[in-house]
């Protein structure tokens, strides 16, 4: 059974830094893609950042291009989003994705807060 579970949310001044992760289980994670995708309250989920099976392509929405970094440690199973510069803007819950054998599975999501 595949489970994600995300970790390292919570509340962060502006221009503040906070590291998320995914801890994966059930499934390969060394040979396939990982996502992070966040929903604001009231918005459309959005794709932030993706990274391939082997680290060598990483892709990330425009709004946090040079702020956002996306890894990930197969050995541990687990997927990263660091995140520096964080602006108000960027408060939403941030979820875990993998797409196995086209269906999509998601962690429970992690509150990121950003708050003077």
């Known amino acids: 059974q595949v489970h994600l579970v995300e970790s390292g949310g919570g509340l962060v001044q502006p221009g503040g830094s906070l590291t998320l992760s995914c801890a994966a289980s059930g499934f390969t994670f060394s040979r396939y893609s990982m996502r992070w995708y966040r929903q604001a309250p009231g918005k459309v989920r959005e794709l932030v950042a993706s990274?391939?099976?082997?680290?060598?392509?990483?892709n990330y929405v425009e709004s946090v291009k040079g702020r956002f970094t996306i890894s990930r440690d197969n050995a541990k199973n687990t997927v990263y989003l660091q995140m520096s510069s964080l602006k108000l803007e960027d408060t939403a819950v941030y979820y875990c994705?993998?797409?196995?054998?086209?269906?999509?599975?998601w962690g429970q999501g992690t509150q990121v807060t950003v708050s003077s």
């Open positions: 990274i391939a099976a082997d680290s060598d392509t990483s």
């Open positions: 994705n993998a797409r196995l054998m086209g269906s999509p599975y």
